[in-house]
């Protein structure tokens, strides 16, 4: 596995971890409700390979921010459902809250270059 | 049962995935696809489910766990691929572990385990001395202890003497030891059969060793009466196989090392407190210390009490009387400490050659690895993940070879105790214990980082980009820095190996010092018969000449005489300096035992049987001690007990010294005079018996005549004097045995270092060496140019080695006799040694060197 691929995937990570989180502030979801959750808040922007959710979701669960329990689905079926902890709240605000920083000094560094782009 | 989060959070896996498909189709279904397309899209929409399940498991999988097992597996796979050398590793790792191991066994039963008493660190050994080294207790000193010390929670006295068990026909000489009440308590002794014997009764407690020897382990012994020199004791009960007497035994009159076997109550007559002028001895002590006593306090203590003693008791006896204190374990095995330390050493040499010759070894083997790590570290290997796959396959290496090691130690455990003197205290106890274990996983684990980390550290500075570029042919390990790294490691090796050559060959030196005897002295033609039991309470003068005349006559003897110890004289004399005291034994001789033994006279004459004066012979140390320069002949010495009036016995003639019961020691001064004037009684003598040959063959027929001429229980011993001078050095022959077979180990191993330093190289050099030929070198300078670098090699290791021994070698001073640490004949042969097997190492691949054929060589490559 070379190095970019690698530094890739763990951008994906990172974030797809943030949005977990925040997925699941309102309450608890299954893994398929999430995926769909993510897709449509983001207007169906961010195409997650649904697949990757689950090693995210365990890394969660690994790192205590999230937790999973047995529940009953809508169709009547037992379900794995995903509750944020109250550590995974916290961690949230600091996720958020790197995110923006991170967010506005991408935008910084960008923002002369759009500009000498409109010149 | 509480699964673990990792197995509670995986659970079900695969039906929520399948779940999760499920959904995800439904949903396409309802937006209106096909179903086929459906699960279609719904598959690709969440990727392959057996990698996301993977890296879900990954998720709770230790990373470091799971890189070590794909380390592992690789490791096992490289292993595999080449069978000869990692055989030979293992084996070459077994040898190191295995040896270090059964040394460490012993050092751990003889010096680290604890006695097998209650509360061990408590006990003390104590006695009084005066002058020289005259070790005993006077009685009334003991019972004044007892009385009056406040150290001691306990005071047990004991006297170990060599007694004769069994009936007349078929008794054996044994040591017994008397013993004060409490000692069962302060040895926490348990008896295996009856029960253990109360003060005051006439009975005897057996050890195992003697119960199985001398009455076949027939528990019916028990309560049945068995002859003890001569006087009727009642078995009382068995001691357990494991019950050992601590003290280490001292017996009247003999250096044997004879183990004891049985026990009787030491009883103090009445009025023993009473400080008359013949004191009462009692032998020696064992104490056991109050909880929270130093044994400095204990000793402090005794000493205090003693000076009161001698205050109060005028009589000069007392007034000289110093006390000695020593923890027990000290006093039992202090002796043997510095020999098992220097042997402890000496085995780490060898496995420290043991580790240079296997990161020789893979050094080697690493060059033609190169590539392959090249190729591993440019897509992205750390530094520690391909030093830790090094270390991983060391650590299978050292892994098996320290299983094999285990075995080895198991079998060569069994070797030393069968090989063992009896000499050395503790050595019965060696075993491999979990201590032991401990030690073989330590050392193993020090040998994997030390070969297997120094390959992967010399390999990580070669250049990468060469190394994916080149072949394997000029790699790292065959590159000109490479052999100088290994030239290194074998010039340690010899190093190593001429540390321990020298200190083997010293002991040799000594051995051979030690087995030098002086021209008329034949110990192998000498048969030497002891005799004990009661029959010599009473002898008479008439008895021993009947019995000397029957032996002369026996058919195979050439001639007989007989020696027995008469008494002990301590004294210091003007030729000595003031306070100096020496020990003078007196032998009372029959006049034949002097050519017997081929004694030389120097000065006078010889004693006869039938001599009307009281007479002496002196050797030349009594001569030195007792007239200096002047000369003794026709001068009186004084000797204890002797006849009235003192001084009445005029020196006669001097002897050479000569050493025929201890070789390792000075010779001691003797004393020697007619034995009819000195038969005190019991009167235990040694006949000594010159043949032409092999003195043993008579043993039989002369033990037939002496329990004829004696009906009741005699013991008679019969050993050549050759063998009795062997056994005296046991612990001699033993470490030299040891130190012998780590020397020559060390030998093959740096052989075998430079045999494949100097081979490497040249394969290696092939096409050089043929490049040189066709330009017209005589093979002849072949040979020369591949000896010379083995030579190279050599003399710095030698000359490395020879330094560190000059300076080791100081350490084992004790080991040696009459040689120098830095005796430099043997010096000079082990380097000569040394340097002719690195000769003999690179011959082989000399020759081979010589024997190229230029036009083979330069297709090479």
Redesign the interface.
Known sequence: M??REKDRLDLLQGTLDLLILRTLLPGRA???AI??AIEHNSEDVLQV????L??A???L??RGWIS?EEGT?ENN?R??YYRLTIKGRKQLDVEIGKWARLARAIARILRPAAQKVRV | MRLT?RA???K??DR??R??IE??TQ?NIERGMPPEEARWSALR?????T???E??R???TAVWLQQLMQDVRYGLRMLKRNPGFTLVVIATLALGIGMNTAVFSVVNAVLLRPLPYPNPERLAWVTTYQDANFESVATADFLDWREQARSFEQMVAYQTNIGAIGNADDAIRTGIAQISDGFWTLSGARPAFGRLFQPGENSIVLSYGLFARRFGRDPGVVGKPVMLDGRQVTVAGVLPKDFRFLAAPRFAFTDESINIEAFTPLVFPPGSQARAMGMAQCGDVLAKVRPGVSIEQARAELEALETRIAKQNPNPFFRRMKVRLAPLDQKLVGGVRPALTILMGAVMFVMLIVCANIANLLLARAATRRKEIAIRAS??AGRMRVMRQFLAESMILVLLGGAAGLLLARWAISILLRLLPGSVPRLAETTLDGRALLFVLAVSAAAAVTFGLGPAFFFWRTDLHDALKDGAGTSFGASRAGLRVRGMIVAIELALAIVLLSGAGLMVKSFWRLHTHPPGFHPENILKVSLSGPPFRTIREADLRELLLRVESTPGVQSAGITAIAGMAFRGTPALRPGQVSRFTINAISEAYPRVMGMRLLKGRWITDSERDRVALINESAARYLFGDDDPIGRPISLPKGPTPPDADAVVGIVADLKYSKLDADPEPQVYAPYPHWMRLPFTPTVVIRTPGDPSAVAPSIRKLISDVFEHQVVVETQSLEQALADSIAPRRFNLFLLGTFAGTALLLAMVGIYGVIAYSVTQRTHDIGVCMALGDQRRAVVRMVVGQAMSIALAGIGVGLAAALGLTRLMVSLLYEVQPNDPPTLIVVTLALAATALLASWGPALKAALIDPATALRHE
């Open positions: 070379s190095t299954h893994g398929h995926a769909k390979e649904q697949g990757s689950y090693p979701l365990h890394r669960i690994k999973a689905s079926r379900a794995k | 989060r509670r959070a995986l079900d896996l929520d995935i779940d999760h959904t995800e949903d929409k969440f990727g392959a489910v990698r996301v399940t890296d879900t990954e998720v709770w897509v992205g």
